[in-house]
């Protein structure tokens, strides 16, 4: 299983390294096939806070078909997030993994790329929902249908409301990979579930 995790410009470190921990647990500790592998507009992709991360390929090196999933961290206007998030490019590229029934996980404000790409048209979803919940409205003038929860799932498609839900999306994404059974041993190992923490 092969997720590829795209970094807009301005995308926002601790909602990207979720996304590489919990999968590289699972294949590291546990042998599972989730393999992820990161990509952007160009090789180097500054985040917000000005952290630079270099990519393994770039958008036009991706053909849809060898990923199973799209994993999506939100980022900050300031830092030009929007730019490249609503480059027509990268929401054909949603559209293709939606077409094919692909998963797609995104964080916080990353729904909106989803949102603008036209996919989530008459869907439920949500995205961050404080600062008076303005990304929310925003998300709801593209036709979707806005749930105000910490994670959405509807069908193929997991949004999150903002950055604290970013494990919990990670977590989602790798049940969806794998299995309830599977992902629930990695979230207890990593000491996400409670019944353990002591």
């Known amino acids: 299983m092969k997720t590829l995790l795209f970094l807009a410009k301005g995308f926002e470190t601790m909602e990207f390294s979720v996304f590489v921990d919990v999968m590289g647990w699972a ?7 989730v393999e992820v592998v990161t990509c952007g507009f160009q090789k180097q992709v500054i985040s917000t806070f000005n952290i630079p991360v270099l990519v393994e390929k770039t958008i036009d ?12 961290p939100g980022g900050f ?24 029934g692909k998963i ?30 303005y990304r ?19 069908k193929n498609i997991i949004t999150s409301y903002c950055p604290e839900t970013a494990p919990g999306v990670a977590f989602k994404l790798l049940e969806k990979l794998t299995s309830t059974e ?17």
């Open 61 to 72: 090196e991706i053909d849809v078909n060898d990923y199973d999933a799209l994993a999506i």
């Open 27 to 33: 294949r590291n500790d546990y042998g599972y096939d």
């Open 136 to 154: 929310q409205k925003q998300l709801k003038e593209f036709g979707v249908n806005v749930v105000n929860e910490p994670i959405v799932v509807d």
């Open 182 to 198: 599977q992902m629930e041993i990695v979230k207890r190992d990593m000491g996400f579930d409670e019944e353990y923490r002591n």
């Open 104 to 133: 797609i996980a995104t964080i916080c404000v990353a729904a909106l790329s989803v949102g603008k790409s036209g996919v989530l048209k008459g869907r439920r979803a949500t995205t961050y929902h404080l600062k008076g919940a």
């Open 77 to 100: 206007e300031e830092y030009g997030f929007y730019e490249e998030a609503y480059d027509e490019k990268f929401l054909k590229l949603i559209r293709e993994f939606d077409k094919q």
